[in-house]
């Protein structure tokens, strides 16, 4: 089985522009988690979708929005970017009933 | 207010020998738990994990082992081996009115070395 998939690996953007990160669940999976790593907070949740429903939300400022797709794949979109919105963008998904969520490789974003 | 506690940033010991690491939490509402391994510009790759109606899960090298009333966890290698050298990540998780656990609790890791 695939795991799950994100894209860009890799992005920079100017302060103030607004960025869209993709997210690709393991097949079967319905639940997609977003999480933000930083150095200074360590892994922090975001938000989660299952079914193209958002459950859960964390806490983030409503420029942090996201959405699920009918094959639950997911994206994640901030606008207005701010230098401290530099981190590693992960995401996991997770089949119905079990705990464990499986990661994706992250999508680094840098914001000058 | 951080939930979940890993109060040793990094570990480093011998190939072979036995590796524990500890991990804290305050949320008398977690009922599982979770071990994750990351390596630098990767994903965490889950471990190994432990429901709160158990004290102990062991997977291989792996064994974690959980103490409710301290609030406590703690994650062992045995024995251990160079390429598992890694960061390691404490995560909980609590079931919510749905019945479903959506969001997980990550401490902030551990690096752990394993010198040859």
């Known amino acids: 089985k695939a795991g799950v998939t994100q894209t860009p690996r890799y992005l920079i953007k100017t302060r103030g522009q607004q960025v869209t990160l993709s997210c690709s669940p393991i097949s079967g999976h319905r639940s997609v988690s977003w999480y933000q790593q930083t150095p200074g907070q360590g892994l922090q949740f975001l938000f989660e979708?299952?079914?193209?429903?958002?459950?859960n939300k964390g806490n983030f400022p409503g420029r942090f929005s996201g959405r699920q797709f009918s094959n639950s794949r997911s994206e994640m979109n901030v606008s207005t970017l701010e230098l401290g919105d530099s981190a590693l963008y992960l995401c996991?998904?997770?089949?119905?009933?079990?705990?464990?969520?499986?990661f994706g490789p992250g999508t680094r974003l840098t914001v000058t | 207010d951080q939930q979940v506690k890993q109060n040793s940033p990094s570990l480093s010991v011998q190939e072979g020998r036995i590796s524990i690491l500890n991990c804290d939490y305050t949320n008398s509402m977690f009922d599982y738990f979770l071990w994750y391994k990351k390596y630098p510009a990767e994903g965490p790759t889950f471990l190994i994990s432990i429901s709160s109606i158990k004290d102990k899960n062991e997977d291989g090298r792996f064994t974690v082992f959980l103490n409710k009333s301290a609030k406590h966890l703690s994650l062992h290698i045995v024995p251990s081996q160079p390429g598992d050298s890694a960061v390691y990540f404490c995560a909980a998780s609590a079931r919510n009115s749905g019945g479903s656990n959506y969001k997980l609790t990550f401490g902030k890791g551990t690096l752990l070395t394993v010198n040859p």
């Open positions: 979708y299952f079914s193209e429903t958002q459950r």
């Open positions: 996991a998904s997770s089949s119905q009933g079990n705990h464990e969520q499986y």
